[in-house]
């Protein structure tokens, strides 16, 4: 018997791309015509995200809240479950971010678009619009087909990317407890694409370091001399 440590990554994934592709074809088909209204959600932020204002800050953090809480269950605990036994704990740790994003921009009121530089505001829409644009396009650029697509507020990467691009929008340091989930679940999935030699792997991660890097950036240029 070979030793855990001479295993890599690829040899512990436990489903082929088929299977995991089928996943979302399925789970689309299993509730359409929702994700339109997903698609509609995501459209609301990122129109709302670009005006700006207290009150859309609130009802983008109830619209993220309500995609992460949906992800956790309808996603990750009713279907990927099914091919992969920690998804169980992706579930918890998307009802976690839905959790906190619904006490700190609804009830606290932390999420106000109002971002302090020019640079965060470009960032933020532009990897707004990629979550809600681009992610469903890649995979049809790929060759699968749109049955396939992960749409924001159904599947887990746009949903993250989106509220990524949503947290930079946001000006003040209450976010910074948004932060990890989002960024982990990109580190999380270009790992499970790397490992299924998918030839987008890298992207989701770049977008998270994209989006921590201004932050960081920005924060840095913010600190008294």
């Known amino acids: 018997m070979s030793e855990w440590w001479t295993y890599s990554l690829r ?23 929702l994700p339109i209204f997903t698609v509609t959600l995501g459209v609301a932020v990122l129109i709302l995200g670009w005006r700006g204002g207290a009150r859309g800050g609130r009802v983008i953090a109830a619209m993220l809240a309500l995609s992460w809480l949906w992800v956790a269950w309808a996603f990750h605990s009713q279907r990927y479950a099914s091919i992969n036994l920690v998804a169980e704990y992706y579930g918890w740790a998307f009802a976690a971010e839905g959790l906190l994003l619904f006490w700190l921009g609804v009830v606290r009121g932390r999420l106000t678009p109002a971002p302090a530089s020019m640079i965060k505001f470009r960032v933020g829409l532009g990897v707004l619009f990629y979550a809600l644009a681009l992610v ?36 003040g340091r209450h976010t910074y407890a948004l932060y990890p989930i989002p960024v982990a679940w990109c580190l999380v999935s270009g790992a499970t694409l790397w490992a299924m030699e998918a030839p987008d792997f890298a992207i989701m991660p770049i977008a998270a370091l994209l989006v921590v890097s201004v932050a960081l950036g920005h924060a840095v240029m913010r600190r008294p001399a």
């Open 11 to 33: 040899d512990l994934l436990l489903f082929s791309p088929q299977t995991y592709y089928r996943l979302f074809e399925l789970y689309n088909m299993a509730w359409w015509p």
């Open 136 to 171: 469903p396009l890649m995979g049809v650029l790929l060759g699968r087909s749109w049955t396939h697509a992960e749409i924001f507020g159904m599947a887990p990467d746009p949903t993250a990317v989106a509220t990524l691009g949503v947290l930079l929008l946001a000006n």
